[in-house]
């Protein structure tokens, strides 16, 4: 099984920065992406971002140029450094690690981003 434990969520005002982690455990030797995903009261669940294993990244429409992840694999954690941030980013933050060669995902428990003044 892989684990996956997120942290660094809280309140900040509009145009601050924020940066999450998710720690993993277990088999994270087989995963192939882990990504963070965000969703807010009443919406559904939308990517914010991923990366892949050859580091390769995808953006959330909405966040590409604000948003940055990243992977320490000696840690094996990844990280979401969040700028420029807008009260339209609050949201739960939910990390997911995906199996290579799978269909199968592993999620977090989620953070909680607060983005106001």
């Known amino acids: 099984q892989v684990q996956l434990v997120e942290s660094g969520g809280g309140w900040v005002q509009p145009g601050g920065s924020l940066t999450l982690s998710c720690a993993g455990s277990?088999?994270?030797?087989?995963?192939?992406?882990m990504g963070w995903y965000r969703q807010a009261p009443g919406q559904q669940r939308e990517l914010a971002a991923r990366i892949y294993r050859g580091g390769s990244t995808n953006y959330g429409d909405s966040m590409r140029g604000r948003f940055t992840i990243s992977r320490d694999n000696v840690k094996n954690t990844v990280y979401l450094q969040m700028n420029s941030l807008k009260p339209e980013d609050t949201a739960s933050y939910y990390c997911?690690?995906?199996?290579?060669?799978?269909?199968?995902?592993?999620w977090g428990q989620g953070t909680q981003v607060t983005v106001s003044s």
């Open positions: 997911n690690a995906v199996l290579l060669g799978s269909n199968v995902e592993f």
């Open positions: 277990g088999m994270m030797s087989d995963v192939y992406v």
